[in-house]
């Protein structure tokens, strides 16, 4: 567990990422094509996450030769692109040009950042080649090309969103595969980047999702003043230009934040930083995450501020609840920051706004999809686990012994505070417990 403090529950699946080796052996390849097509790439299996496409590049003979490898042996990993489907040659247009094959981009910003440019290490291996470089999309929304910018390429970038034949494409291989490992080589794509870019002088810096225009973190605020209060300068990525975000980590010495998208922005810190994540949710093993922190040697504090009592998923987008739990104590404990965490908590508004944030986003039928297994079941036991304080039942068990339901109605009946519990009431009927709530009443004044 070298460079890292552990504060999760789970530690031993954490420990299995951490002790990986994500250094792939060897050096990156390049490869050439001749005659080759450029497919944009389509959609195949809807496997209820983000999909698996076809497209790439593929040889004159329609052959697939590169796409978006995700993870090694596992073609059906989810947003990969791993082979080519078939088109009338006769009806493709033909370009009598060498080009480059860049990668495939994707709306989302997190993957374009990590996965978007990787194989972009062969352009600046060779900067006499001038040759213009082809990217695909993985969605009509486009993409951030401002990365693409900042190394001086915009004039060279071409998007393709039809069937091309070039008369020959050089592949360089991916030198990131974001589930599996990397290449020295990918690094000096994040170099190059931030290379004329001068350093903010905030040695200590908190990216916060607080100001996001849809809140998915609710009570982040908390965390947020408790680190402005160490001293870390707060900043709220979205609000800053893209060179500006990378000159605010290039110059620190210290990051907090959340796990996902705004903790792979450390790419552009220094190497051998101290790095505090914040877990969304007790099962965020994030390994694109592990590569970047081990591939830059920084020392990583992983705490697991989570208390998500209604289920949740972080890869699809969902809502979180943050608290001050025992893996949180615990780290103010061993850091003796005690005096830097005396913050009021309104847990009852806090709570509140959280059934609220839960309620409206899985009532949409794009978001149920991916917690329609969870039942009540889930909920009775992170209530017993995070409120009740007790340990969670097999379901036979709690079906067998009705306890933790009896122990939910007292929750209820224990609030004395009549507005707060018709607000609650009436959130429990929008998301369809309320009934529940009424059979176990009255069975137990029978």
Request: glycine share 4%.
């Amino acid at each position: 567990m070298k460079n890292y403090n552990l504060y999760v529950e789970k530690k031993e699946k954490f420990q299995k990422e951490i002790e990986k080796n994500y250094l792939m052996p060897g050096k990156c390849t390049v490869e050439e094509v001749e005659n080759g097509f450029i497919l944009p790439p389509k959609k195949i299996i809807d496997n209820n996450k983000n999909g698996i496409y076809a497209g790439g590049v593929a040889d004159s003979k329609g052959e697939f030769v590169a796409g978006l490898i995700r993870k090694y042996n596992d073609k059906n990993f989810n947003i990969s692109c791993y082979r080519s489907y078939k088109v009338d040659a006769k009806k493709v247009k033909y370009v009598d040009e060498e080009v480059i094959f860049g990668g495939i981009l994707n709306s989302m910003f997190g993957h374009t950042l990590i996965e978007g440019f990787t194989r972009l290490w062969y352009v600046l291996k060779n900067k006499d080649d001038q040759r213009k470089i082809v990217f695909l999309k993985i969605n009509s929304k486009g993409s951030d090309f401002g990365f693409l910018k900042l190394l001086g390429l915009e004039d060279r970038i071409i998007i393709v969103e039809e069937p091309i034949r070039y008369r020959k494409i050089i592949v360089p291989c991916e030198s990131f595969y974001a589930y599996t490992g990397y290449y020295k080589e990918w690094l000096d794509i994040y170099k190059a980047i931030a290379e004329n870019i001068p350093a903010k002088n905030y040695d200590k810096v908190y990216l916060t999702r607080t100001k996001l225009a849809k809140k998915d973190c609710i009570n982040e605020e908390y965390f947020e003043t408790f680190y402005k209060n160490l001293g870390y300068e707060i900043i709220a990525p979205e609000q800053h230009p893209l060179e500006e975000q990378i000159a605010i980590l290039k110059g620190a010495k210290e990051v907090a934040t959340t796990v996902g998208t705004v903790s792979h922005m450390v790419l552009f810190c220094q190497d051998n930083i101290k790095l505090t994540i914040l877990n969304r949710t007790v099962e965020d093993v994030i390994t694109p995450q592990f590569i970047i922190e081990q591939s830059k040697n920084i020392q990583v504090n992983l705490i697991d501020i989570s208390m998500n009592i209604f289920p949740t998923t972080h890869r699809y987008g969902g809502i979180f609840l943050f608290m001050p739990n025992d893996n949180w104590e615990k780290y103010i404990t061993d850091n003796h920051y005690e005096k830097y965490n005396n913050i009021p908590l309104e847990k009852e508004k806090i709570f509140y706004e959280y059934m609220l944030a839960w309620g409206r986003l899985y009532y949409l039928k794009d978001k149920y999809k991916h917690i329609y297994k969870k039942d009540l079941y889930d909920i009775l036991n992170n209530i017993n686990k995070y409120l009740l304080k007790e340990q969670p039942r097999s379901r036979k068990k709690l079906y067998k012994e009705d306890v933790s339901k009896e122990q939910l109605l007292k929750l209820y009946n224990k609030n004395k505070t009549i507005k707060i519990k018709q607000r609650i009431k009436n959130v429990m009927i929008k998301l369809h417990m309320w009934d529940f709530y009424q059979k176990i009443k009255k069975r137990k004044e029978r």
